[in-house]
Every structure is written in C-alpha cells, then in structure tokens.
C-alpha cells in the first residue's frame, strides 16, 4: 500500500524568502512518480512538479524544486523567493498505480 | 487554468437525492478521475476511466456511479445523498494512463 506523509504544522513564510514542505512515502513499488500539487484558498488544485523514481536529477520549475532523496524516501518541495501569492495548502502525491496524496502543508506568506 | 472544466461550480441539495457532476477533461486527454475532498478523510481518489472504460476503483461508495462518454467527457452520479457527502469533487484528467493529472476547479456540493 501507499502511503504518503506530511506532518509539518502550518507556516509563516516571509515574503521573498525559500520554504521547504517535507513529504515521505512509503511504497515497495520500484516504479512510481512523485507530485506536488497547491491547493489556494479558491479551492483548485494546481500540478506543480513532478519527480520519476528513475529520474538521476532533482525536478525544477521556475521557482518550485524537488528535493528527491530516494534511499530516505522523501520528496521535499523548496519554493525559493516565496511570493504573497504562495498562500495556500500543499499536497505530495505519489502516483505508484493510483494516485495517493498526503493531508497537506498550509503555507502563509507574510509580507 | 488547467483546461479541465467541471460543472457546476456549486450545489446545494437535500438529504436523499440524487445529483450529476459533470466533467470535461483537457482537449486530448484520454483518461478521467475522480476525487473527493473533505476536512475529514482528505482528498480520497473515488474512480478512474480511460476512453471510455472504467480502469480503477477506488474509495467510491455503491450510491456513487460514474461513466465515461464517447466524447470523452464524464459524469458522477450521487444518490441518496447523506450529510457527510458534502464535499468538494474534483474530476482530473491525463493523456495517458499513469501520465500528470491536471485538476478541475472542482464542484462543492452541500447536502442539507
């Protein structure tokens, strides 16, 4: 079974600094993709990165990187210069089959 | 936006009835899901179609059915409906099975 964990309590971010949202998982799949989705106060749920379990580099786009280290099963995001606009709840998700996500990490950033 | 597109937005029903979601999914994308969200039980994946097939079931209760169109659009049907289905629905959709799934802006049903 999957299972993906996110325990961090909720955030004050200062604006144009980097946070970053822990995320474990646990699975015996070899193959299996990693996910990290935002969720703001609007209620959508926004795909932000993605990391292979095969994938040699860690995944970057603009301002979201994925810290992949996978002998400790972890998928940390690092949001570098956050923005007022970050505000919002973060989910890991892991795709092994079907995709499974954790409860999520609320972020606020303050100016 | 994500090019997926739920409707409706928003809906208020009663205890017992029954209710139909709709979902269209982004312009070339073969497979759809569905999800509930709630404070409680989190974002729980409901049921999975591919062209037109059902793929995977998940945490979907027996009142709760769904079906994929030939036009590739989707609908999940609510029935019976109890206070603690209130939820916010998303419906997501991929190119391809196992491939990124982009969300919809979800529908929030409440069940008085």
């Known amino acids: 079974a999957q299972k993906i964990t996110q325990t961090q309590p909720g955030m004050f971010v200062q604006e144009k600094e980097a946070v970053t949202l822990d995320c474990t998982y646990d699975?015996?799949?070899?193959?299996?993709?990693l996910f990290w989705y935002k969720q703001p106060s609007s209620g959508e749920m926004i795909f932000l990165i993605y990391?292979?379990?095969?994938?040699?580099q860690n995944a970057t786009e603009g301002r979201y990187s994925l810290n992949f280290q996978k002998a400790r099963k972890s998928a940390n995001l690092v949001i570098s210069a956050s923005q007022l606009g970050d505000s919002a709840m973060y989910f890991c998700?892991?795709?092994?089959?079907?995709?499974?996500f954790g409860k999520g990490n609320q972020v606020v950033v303050i100016p | 936006d994500s090019g997926v597109t739920q409707t409706p937005k928003h809906l208020i029903t009663a205890t017992g009835q029954r209710v139909t979601l709709r979902c269209s999914p982004r312009?070339?994308?073969?497979?759809v899901y569905w999800y509930q969200q709630s404070l409680d039980q989190g974002l729980q994946f409901l049921i999975q179609?591919?062209?037109?097939?059902?793929?995977a079931k998940g945490n979907i209760l027996e009142r709760f059915s769904a079906q994929q169109f030939p036009d590739l659009h989707s609908e999940l049907n609510l029935s019976s409906l109890e206070l603690g289905d209130s939820a916010l629905y998303f419906c997501?959709?991929?190119?391809?099975?196992?491939?990124?799934?982009?969300f919809g802006p979800g529908t929030r049903l409440l069940v008085l």
């Open positions: 179609y591919y062209n037109g097939e059902e793929r």
């Open positions: 998700a892991m795709r092994a089959g079907r995709l499974a």
């Open positions: 699975t015996s799949d070899p193959s299996y993709g």
């Open positions: 990391q292979g379990s095969y994938d040699q």
């Open positions: 312009s070339g994308d073969l497979s």
């Open positions: 997501a959709s991929s190119e391809d099975l196992g491939e990124t799934q982009y």
